[in-house]
């Protein structure tokens, strides 16, 4: 079963252009992750915030956490070509179990 | 420092076989966590082997089992293909388990067809 849930499910922006994502889960969480996958291959972590945490960066990336609403976002920022990819978010709820939503595609036009 | 690999990159196989697929942790990790990733969708939690042993499971049947050896690498075999198993299946490895949890590494992927 999916808990987390990417939103929205595609994305189509101008590169250099800030790309922003938006992942809903259900159930309390240790740690939320965000993942980048290339064409169906390995994914790649991009950062892990802990459910004390409201934000963090790396980088060109800006992850908020809202533990009351069950959400967090991906913010990425001067997107590249390169940054043409799936994201997911993925939730553990403390039973070792990390969940993955279904993605969201991104696109950077040039 | 060689991250997680997995082995084969792509196999198939007809329908009613048996696969095993093989995953090597990164190194100093002692977690290994199978998944399933069909088209299109995100990864599908099939189990987590710590200390050699399954710990979690997700919503998988029998078909599907596993093995970790002493030196934290570890199987993952299906049996009774069918058509639906058609996915890449992806090895993650981790450090420990329990709070705080750490990040996962992921493998490239077995990639199977099921035919």
């Known amino acids: 079963s999916q808990q987390g849930e990417e939103d929205p499910q595609a994305l189509s922006i101008q590169e250099g252009e800030n790309a922003t994502m938006n992942c809903s889960y259900k159930?309390?969480?240790?740690?939320l992750q965000w993942y980048r996958q290339n064409s169906g291959r390995g994914l790649v972590h991009l950062i892990l915030?802990?459910?004390?945490?409201r934000e963090k960066h790396s980088g060109r990336l800006r992850v908020t956490l809202d533990t009351s609403k069950k959400s967090s976002s991906l913010l990425i920022t001067a997107s590249r070509a390169a940054d043409t990819a799936s994201y997911f978010c993925a939730t553990d709820a403390g039973d070792d179990k990390i969940i993955f939503g279904k993605g969201t595609r991104l696109h950077i036009l040039p | 420092d060689a991250g997680v690999t997995q082995s084969p990159t792509h196999l198939i196989k007809t329908r009613g076989q048996q696969v095993t697929l093989r995953c090597s942790p990164k190194?100093?990790?002692?977690?290994v966590s199978w998944y399933q990733q069909a088209l299109g969708q995100g990864p599908q939690f099939i189990f987590q082997y710590y200390e050699e042993e399954e710990r979690q499971r997700g919503n998988f049947p029998d078909r599907f089992s596993g093995h970790q050896f002493p030196n934290y690498s570890s199987e993952l075999n299906v049996n009774a293909l069918l058509l639906g198993d058609s996915a890449l299946y992806l090895c993650a490895s981790s450090l420990g388990v329990g709070f705080p949890s750490t990040e996962a590494f992921f493998g490239q992927g077995t990639r199977l067809t099921v035919v």
């Open positions: 190194s100093g990790h002692d977690t």
């Open positions: 159930t309390s969480i240790n740690n």
């Open positions: 915030i802990r459910s004390n945490e």
